[in-house]
Nanobody
Framework: QVQLVESGGGLVQPGGSLRLSCAAS????????MGWYRQAPGKQRELVAT???????NYVDSVKGRFTISRDNAKNTLYLQMNSLKPADTAVYYC?????????????WGQGTQVTVSS
């Protein structure tokens, strides 16, 4: 079955950086729009950033200028470079793969990786 495996989370001080990775297997990676979502305790899961198969990116306003999403299609891997981290960025970060063909939308999710920003 499809696997999305996140890594790179951890504890970092405010102002620090982390790089998340998501390794995808058993999908045709280049066909999927890939994204990062996050869920903080007591809050709904929210979109952080997406990147299409053609490389077009989209970010939630709160991370613009601080986070960068990228993909390496040769390695079937998605990345999220997070700089200038704030305590408000603390959440479980999830990798998502989405394919939309006509009216049919297919979504896959990773298991999540914890990011904690605290001094």
């Amino acid at each position: 079955q499809v696997q999305l495996v996140e890594s790179g989370g951890g504890l970092v001080q405010p102002g620090g950086s982390l790089r998340l990775s998501c390794a995808a297997s058993r999908i045709i990676f280049t066909r999927y729009t890939m994204g990062w979502y996050r869920q903080a305790p007591g809050k709904q899961r929210e979109l952080v950033a997406t990147i299409t198969s053609g490389g077009t990116t989209n970010y939630v306003d709160s991370v613009k200028g601080r986070f960068t999403i990228s993909r390496d299609n040769a390695k079937n891997t998605l990345y999220l470079q997070m700089n200038s981290l704030k305590p408000a960025d603390t959440a479980v970060y999830y990798c998502n793969a989405e394919l939309e063909v006509g009216a049919l939308k297919t979504n896959y999710w990773g298991q999540g990786t914890q990011v904690t920003v605290s001094s």
